[in-house]
């Protein structure tokens, strides 16, 4: 089913929407040499009916054109010392429209490049540190596919977190900082019309900040 909030602020019922569908095809590896181990795949991923939220008109729909999703995906991990562990993951993938007119466009908030690196130190039998960094590559604002193609893209960004853990029999505790570099980035953002100070509003990018730098304890005890 489909809604959307009318300009009184009303949730307003918008027709039944048909389910979205795939055709996915994935062929992968794993390979270990020592004490690295390697696994990735490549995919190509075929969607009627997706479902799509137009900015724009404030409801969701069933796009009447596919969308065809390809790429590659890595992951990696090695042991360097009996206390060192990295791993590094990537993704590239192209997402575009493959009929109708907008035949080949790509689709927002889709980034092409996905990378992670991970580390993790062993102390002691008991402590641990590491960290976690992510990389997502710059991609199209939401916006009525109608005119987001020809728009700005909103900018690609690299955020970080780092932890110390314990363990202890069936106590797990774990310290993590996220964003450790208090990075200013979004993970959504879209163009459509947005209030102003006269109240008439206008047609502009807008976006929903994530969280600056913040900390977080999460404690667990298995019986």
């Known amino acids: 089913m489909g ?3 009318n ?3 009303n949730r307003v019922f918008n027709g039944i929407l048909k389910p979205q569908t795939a055709q996915t095809y994935e062929l992968g590896g794993n390979w270990i040499l020592s004490s690295v181990r390697v696994n990735g795949s490549i995919f190509t991923s075929l ?3 997706e479902i799509t939220f137009n900015p724009s008109t404030g409801y969701n729909y069933n796009s009447p054109y596919n969308v065809n999703r390809r790429g590659v995906v890595l ?3 090695a042991s360097l010392t009996n206390r060192l562990t990295v791993a590094g993951s990537g993704k590239y993938q192209k997402s575009a429209y493959t009929d109708g007119p907008y035949l080949g466009n790509a689709i927002p908030l889709a980034p092409n490049l996905l990378l992670n690196a991970r580390a993790n130190y062993l102390i002691d039998m008991n402590w641990s540190v590491g960290g976690v960094v992510n990389y997502v590559s710059n991609q199209h604002y939401d916006a009525s596919p109608n005119y987001y193609n020809a728009l700005a893209v909103m900018p690609s960004y690299t955020v970080g977190d780092v932890y110390l853990a314990y363990k202890l029999g069936g ?3 774990k310290f993590t900082i996220k964003n450790v570099g208090n990075a200013s980035y979004a993970t ?3 163009y459509g019309t947005v209030a102003t100070p006269d109240g008439a509003g206008a047609k502009s ?3 929903y900040p994530s969280d600056r730098r913040s900390y977080f304890i999460t404690t667990k ?3």
């Open 75 to 77: 992951d990696s991990s």
């Open 7 to 9: 300009a009184e602020g």
């Open 205 to 207: 990018y807008y976006y």
């Open 188 to 190: 959504y953002g879209g």
């Open 171 to 173: 106590l797990d505790a």
């Open 221 to 223: 005890y298995t019986f």
């Open 3 to 5: 809604f959307y909030f």
């Open 47 to 49: 969607s009627q009916n």
